[in-house]
């Protein structure tokens, strides 16, 4: 069953399409004209936006991010790989293969908490958190 994610890649150009067919069935190619600039104006905030997050990354270390612990609870299954880049403002550690058919990256902050990441299509699936041992033994209070 297709989720809404795959389903997403071919409504969206299918709806600008009925877009500019409704445009110009309205109004003509005055239509076209205006709903063509409408889109093309939608799809540059995105660029920018994209361009506005990889520029905060790339002043930030690899795989850092401030808290592991608040990000770890700010996670939700389905981001895409960008809104999780734009909430660490540092591009992620990879961890996995490069040809594996998922994407693993890492996170890591000042006290050695980390958070490993799993992308597949480009979409959050799964995510943990590790902690590191401080000294005191498993079960003790």
């Known amino acids: 069953m297709p989720t809404f994610y795959s389903l997403q ?19 003509g190619w005055p239509g076209v004209a205006a ?4 889109l093309v104006m939608w799809m540059l905030l995105h ?9 905060r990354a790339a002043h930030r270390p690899k795989g850092y991010v401030d808290s592991a612990v608040m990000l770890n609870a700010k ?9 999780v ?6 591009l992620g550690q990879p961890l ?5 058919p998922t994407e693993m990256y890492g ?7 980390s958070v490993r990441c799993e992308f597949r299509g480009g979409r959050l699936k799964n995510w943990s958190l590790q ?3 401080d000294g005191v033994a498993d079960g003790a209070p």
């Open 85 to 90: 880049v734009a909430m660490t403002r540092a």
């Open 107 to 113: 996170w890591t902050d000042g006290s050695l908490s």
């Open 75 to 83: 996670l939700r299954a389905g981001m895409t790989l960008l809104h």
């Open 47 to 55: 660029f920018t936006r994209m361009l506005q997050v990889m520029q």
């Open 35 to 38: 709903a063509g600039g409408a």
């Open 96 to 100: 996995g293969e490069p040809d594996a």
């Open 131 to 133: 902690r590191p041992n």
């Open 9 to 27: 890649k071919v409504l969206a150009p299918l709806g600008a399409i009925g877009l500019l067919a409704l445009a110009y069935r309205h109004y």
